[in-house]
């Protein structure tokens, strides 16, 4: 992927999340100089299977694992005690992260009252989010009154406004009937927590944009790198069932501080099937008994949450819509593995609504869980995948299913993932 004129890639997911997308921007990441991550945060869950040992990444990006330069960018919420503890975490099983990993000074913080109230809200609007303090830290972000990395700066001030927007939280928790007794936060527990912080994060501050574009200027190769899946984009996902931030390509430029014209290519990580976590619609979800046989070989638990997937079929119009949105180059396609033994894979090609064939994706949650999938069913290879490192060593029905996804998607397949391991790979 990375080549002379392939300098910046940005890798996404072009389904619901849970794409695959650590183990391909781990691959990635052996031929580049800097990976960054750029929004989302510790609601993220990235899965990196070396061969050895597993290593599962919720901010600090998968390129760490390669020995590249890492940074998280401004577009990133950054829960500062869930990246010590992730940093900590990779010392200790030897992996070499001292000036290996910085943040942007304009990332803002996800602290202990965006959690208290994540958690509250969810007990009666249930979206189906970690509780990680995500939707509440982005709100603070856009409403102009969070705090970001480089305010710690000045601590006092920054304590000051982190004992307001905890009282604030307490007010807003007592208006909520899901919060429940004792569910308060402490404004000078989080002035401490500010104090403690600071030392050990403010040496890791940089400007991410200028060290993209200086990086980039050098003639290194970057890789931007984002988290969830473009059908969970607050702007272009099945809204409100959705993350809080800007998952699809267009939100790299913004989320590291470069403009659009930097950016080479975007790959579009998506499984040889479909899964969602929590709430909304997914028109391809397999039968109970079906959707329990792909969970169980496919492994579909939260990596953050350990919540099991739902598990359905390749959705092609879900994934049309994902290459047109964010202007996909190529695709990846992981877990072929997993359809191994089944004898006929089902392939969504399109929708009917109302009697009516539907071919692109309805805007609103409610008209998308009205439509019926129209499938194509394909015969199975029957066969195990796991040591295919050739896109001709493949079964002539495996090889014809991953065509059959390409011609349906609009957008060629450079990898193809026949397991878990860093190795299991083809790339095309």
């Known amino acids: 992927m990375f080549g002379p004129k392939r300098h910046c890639v940005v890798v996404v997911g072009a389904q619901w999340g849970d794409e695959g997308k650590g183990k391909i921007v781990d691959v990635l990441a052996e031929r580049a100089d ?3 991550r750029y929004q989302g945060g510790a609601n993220a869950g990235h899965t990196v299977d070396t061969g050895e040992v597993e290593f599962v990444l919720h901010q600090i990006p998968s390129g760490i694992l390669q020995g590249a330069v890492c940074v998280v960018g401004n577009g990133v ?10 940093l900590d975490a990779l010392s200790e099983r030897g992996v070499r992260t001292e000036q290996k990993l910085y943040v942007s000074e304009r990332a803002h913080l996800t602290l202990p009252y965006h959690k208290l109230l994540d ?13 990680r303090g995500i939707g509440p830290a982005y709100e603070d972000k856009y409403g102009r009154r969070g705090i970001r990395v ?3 700066r000045n601590l006092e001030r920054a304590q000051e406004v982190v004992r307001a927007r905890a009282a604030a939280a307490n007010q807003m928790l007592g208006l909520l009937p899901g919060a429940g007794r004792g569910e308060q936060a402490d404004p000078d527990a989080h002035a401490e927590l500010l104090a403690r912080l600071a030392p050990r994060l403010l040496p890791l501050a940089v400007d991410s944009g200028r060290v993209v574009w200086e990086a980039l200027e050098r003639g290194e190769s970057v890789l ?9 984009d607050v702007d272009h996902g099945t809204y409100p069932f959705v993350t809080s931030s800007n998952t699809t390509a267009g939100g790299a430029a913004v989320g590291v501080g470069i403009g659009p014209t930097a950016i080479d290519a975007v790959v579009g990580v998506v499984k040889a099937y479909t899964t969602r976590v929590g709430n909304g619609p997914l028109p391809t979800e397999a039968a109970p008994e ?3 046989r792909i ?9 953050t949450t350990g919540r099991p997937r739902r598990c359905g079929w390749f959705d092609a119009v879900v994934v049309r819509y994902a290459v047109r949105v964010n202007g996909l180059t190529g695709l990846a396609v992981t877990k072929l593995d997993v359809l191994d033994t089944f004898a006929e894979i089902p ?5 009917t609504l109302d009697g009516e064939t539907v071919d692109s994706m309805p805007a609103d949650v409610e008209t998308l869980g009205r439509v019926q999938p129209i499938y194509e069913t394909v015969p199975g290879w029957r066969k195990s995948l796991a040591e295919v490192r050739r896109l001709a060593d493949l079964p002539p029905a495996a090889r014809a299913y991953v065509d059959r996804l390409q011609d349906l998607a609009g957008a060629p397949v450079k990898y193809v993932s026949v397991g878990t391991r860093r190795d299991q790979i083809i790339a095309v």
């Open 34 to 36: 800097l990976v960054v």
């Open 77 to 86: 919420v950054l829960d500062p005690e869930q990246l010590f503890a992730e």
């Open 119 to 131: 958690r509250a809200r969810e007990k009666t609007d249930k979206i189906g989010t970690t509780g």
């Open 150 to 152: 480089g305010d710690l």
């Open 224 to 232: 931007l790198e984002g988290a969830q899946g473009a059908l969970l």
């Open 290 to 292: 079906v959707a329990e």
């Open 295 to 303: 969970r169980d070989l496919g492994g579909e638990f939260g990596a």
């Open 347 to 351: 392939v969504g090609v399109g929708y």
